[in-house]
Each structure stands twice: as structure tokens, then as C-alpha cells.
């Protein structure tokens, strides 16, 4: 999974906690499709050997997003307001359903922390935190959120963050296993412990960040809410503490969005309809 | 009369070139692509097709196409997103070619009907992690329909009603 550029922690150690995440889901992804049978493999080895960026069998893709999840949901809890993960699910749909892949197996969940974060996991499982949330004043920000992340998964980063050294090492030894159940697990726990060290590219971050822009105004949210709330992470960054050197900085950061928000667009931001949900 | 039956014979040609010609197939390019009971991701899953799957197409609806195909001798009628299929033909499934498991269309293998894959039960049994959690929130997310989305988007005047 990936810890977005969205990470905006009140404390160091929060952070140190996002750093470790961030990369988790998309990375694991491919590790795990290695893992899970000859062709997953065949297909993430020759990604790490430099080759063409192989298409994840979507039902590769799906055990280890879902194992993932698992591991997710153990370290942080998931919420039980069914309502507000309802709702976030109805804000997330409606950002896949105009993108490239509104057909996809997307699932959106809340993680019981006051951790702030978002993280895009393999297979289309995408999580933010209660943390985050809190920060979140209106539906149009939330939508701003789920669009980055979607755009992470469908651009696959992970995938091409598997191409790393440490990653081919890992990647052969795991598919010379000889169980695959237990290929599985080692390569679910390959992928969760490269994301939870390494992290996205700035390249990838600002791809993400564009790449929402167009899906939120197609579904008729205003992208100019998403800018808000970076801009507020990032003075709450300003003020408590460190930045994420993974990620690029908050001002240059929000002016490549804010240069991709043609003039004058507008669209709804919700803010009545998010309050009922999360601001109880 | 003579005439009469050459033009209706003429006729009769005529409009089954026009019937094939209009006749599009398409392949499914990607592995596992779902087949749906209406244009729409949130409509029930009623088959899922592996890469490479000719199918025929009745009707084009925005980004879906209604279509058509066989599948043991029976036919197969459902919607798919125009993402997932090529005008060309695509070859066979990887997967399939390099000896790994075939994804066989099985509706009651849908995602909504079947819960976590058996590979991510078992990484969770291994680490002694409650996979029931992940499960739960899959089925809320299965169990919201196209009409309460409809109503979702309606009332935000986003999405699709956003468009209109």
C-alpha cells in the first residue's frame, strides 16, 4: 500500500508510522502475484528485470489485496460505523465510475486510527484513516482523497516500485518455493515490508495528484477542494512537523494541481451531506 | 410475379449482408472480465469471461456494450465495460499458456458470493489475523445496489448526474 503524498501526521512518530505504510498495498501487489502462481511470477520477474510493465491478473491482484487488508485491519482496526464506510464507498464508486476502470474490483475502507492517511492497496482496496478524515471538511475533499488513490492503483505504481533490487531478490526466491500457500504468505510479507520502507516516487505522487484532477471534475466534484485540503495538511505540517522526503513538497505539489484545474472551474463540494456521515 | 420474388429474394440478401455486416465481435483483453446484468459496476456479476473471449455485440450504451456469447453450447447475454475489450483479436490467456490456473467463468464464484480468496484466508490463519473484518467490509460494499447510487448521485448532482 502507499502511503499518498496525503500523509500529513500531527506527531513524528505518526509519521515514522505512515512512512512504514505508504507503499504497502501497491508493491505487495506484485510481490504477491510472483507469489501466487507460474504466471503471476513469470510476470513480475520479467517487470524486475527491467521488461515491459506486465498487466496483474486482476485475480492475482485480488488474494493479495484482500491478505493486505487483513494485515491492514490487524494493525489498525477497522471502523464499525457502517454508515460512514457505506458513504465512503458511495464517494469512492462515483470517482471510479468515470475513470478507465469503473468496472473494477474497488473496495474503500476506514482504519481506526487518528493516524493521518490514505493508502491505495492492491487489487483496488483503498483505505483512509479516521485521522484523516477528521481533517476532511467536505465531500468534494474526500472525493480528492479517493481520486488520488484510485489513480495510484490504476496507474499501477506499485508495480513498477517492484522493480527495485531488493525487490528481484526477494521476487526469485519467492517463486522458487515450493508451496504456494506458502509462496503466498512470503511473498505478502516481501511486499508488506518493501512498502512499509520504501515509498513512491515524486514522479508517481504528482502523476496521482494530476491524474485526480480530470477524475474529479468528470464527476462533478470541484478540484479546487482538494487543493484546499493540501494546502491545510500543509500547514498543519508547517506547524507540527516534519515532511515526508518520499513525497514532494506541499507547495510545489499544489501548484502542479492547482496548474492542471483549467480557470474558473467549479462543482460540488457537499459539505451538509459529508457532515452527516463523518462528523458525528 | 417474376419480378416481384427476384427483388423480394434480393431483398431477403440484402438484409442478411446488412445483419452480418452490422454483426460486431469483440475480444475481452484482460483476464477475468466481468460480465454484468446491466451497464453499470454495481450490478450483479452474472459470469466472468477469460482473456480472449469473442464476444458479440447487441447494443452499445455509453461506456458499456450489451453483448452476446456462447458458453457450453448456451448462449450468454450481459453488459461489459468497453475498457476491458479490444476490436482486435486478443490472444490467449498468459495465464493459461504458461500452465497457471484458468479463470473459468463461474457465476456463483462472483465476488459477492464468495467472501476472501483462499490464499488470503490462509496468510491470515498463518498470522493469526481475524479475516472476518475484511470480509464484512466487502460485503457492505457489495450489498449497495445500483438504484441506492443512483439515488447517492442524483442528490449530489455528481457522477453520472453530474453529466446530465
Known amino acids: 500500500m502507499k502511503g499518498s503524498a496525503i500523509n500529513m501526521t500531527t506527531t513524528v512518530k505518526t509519521l515514522a508510522i505512515a512512512a512504514l505504510l505508504l507503499p504497502l498495498g501497491c508493491k505487495a501487489v506484485e510481490a504477491v502475484g510472483g507469489a501466487i502462481g507460474g504466471p503471476a511470477g513469470h510476470a513480475v520477474k520479467a517487470a524486475a528485470k527491467g521488461g515491459d510493465a506486465l498487466q496483474m491478473n486482476e485475480k492475482d491482484e485480488k488474494p493479495l489485496g484482500e491478505a493486505v487488508s487483513v494485515a491492514l485491519a490487524d494493525r489498525y482496526g477497522l471502523s464499525q460505523d457502517q454508515q460512514l464506510t457505506r458513504y465512503v464507498n458511495l464517494v469512492g464508486l462515483t470517482i471510479a465510475s468515470v475513470s478507465n476502470k469503473p468496472d473494477g474490483n474497488w473496495v474503500f475502507g476506514v482504519l481506526d486510527t487518528q493516524d493521518v492517511n490514505a493508502f491505495a492497496g492492491p487489487g483496488g482496496y483503498i483505505y483512509l484513516t479516521r485521522g484523516l478524515l477528521d481533517l476532511i471538511q467536505n465531500e468534494a475533499e474526500l472525493a480528492g482523497v479517493l481520486a488520488h488513490e484510485i489513480a495510484h492503483v490504476i496507474n499501477k505504481d506499485g508495480l513498477h516500485q517492484v522493480k527495485g533490487a531488493k525487490g528481484k531478490a526477494a521476487l526469485v526466491e519467492a517463486t522458487q518455493a515450493d508451496e504456494r500457500a506458502a509462496q503466498f504468505t512470503q511473498v505478502a510479507d516481501l511486499g508488506v515490508d518493501v512498502i512499509t520502507r520504501g515509498g513512491y516516487s515524486q514522479a508517481q505522487e504528482g502523476k496521482a495528484d494530476t491524474d485526480a484532477v480530470p477524475l474529479l471534475i468528470a464527476a462533478g466534484y470541484n478540484p479546487n477542494a482538494y487543493v484546499a485540503l493540501l494546502q491545510r495538511m500543509q500547514s498543519r505540517q508547517s506547524s507540527g512537523g516534519g515532511v515526508m522526503s518520499t513525497h514532494p513538497a506541499g507547495a510545489d505539489r499544489i501548484q502542479r494541481i492547482q496548474a492542471k484545474i483549467p480557470p474558473g472551474t467549479k462543482g460540488q463540494t457537499l459539505p451538509e451531506r459529508f457532515g452527516r456521515y463523518a462528523k458525528k | ?164
Open chain 2, 1 to 164: 410475379m417474376k419480378p416481384l420474388i427476384k427483388q423480394l429474394a434480393l431483398g431477403a440478401i440484402a438484409i442478411s449482408l446488412a445483419s452480418a455486416a452490422w454483426a460486431e465481435d469483440v475480444w475481452t483483453k484482460t483476464n477475468a472480465t466481468p460480465v454484468r446484468a446491466g451497464k453499470g459496476a454495481l450490478h450483479k456479476e452474472v459470469d466472468s469471461v477469460k482473456q480472449g473471449t469473442k464476444l458479440t455485440v447487441l447494443a452499445r450504451e455509453g461506456k458499456w456494450l450489451k453483448v452476446s456469447y456462447d458458453k457450453n453450447g448456451k448462449p450468454v447475454e450481459g453488459y461489459v465495460f468497453e475498457g476491458s475489450i479490444s476490436n482486435t483479436r486478443v490472444g490467449g490467456d498468459l495465464a493459461g499458456a504458461l500452465g497457471g490456473r484458468t479463470d473459468t467463468a463461474d457465476p456463483s464464484a462472483s465476488a459477492a458470493a464468495r467472501g476472501l480468496e483462499p490464499q488470503a484466508d490462509q496468510y491470515a490463519a498463518s498470522k493469526n489475523m481475524d479475516p472476518k473484518v475484511i470480509d464484512r467490509l466487502i460485503e457492505l460494499r457489495n450489498s449497495i445496489t445500483p438504484e441506492e447510487w443512483e439515488k447517492f448521485t442524483n442528490e449530489g448532482k455528481v457522477g453520472p448526474a453530474a453529466q446530465q
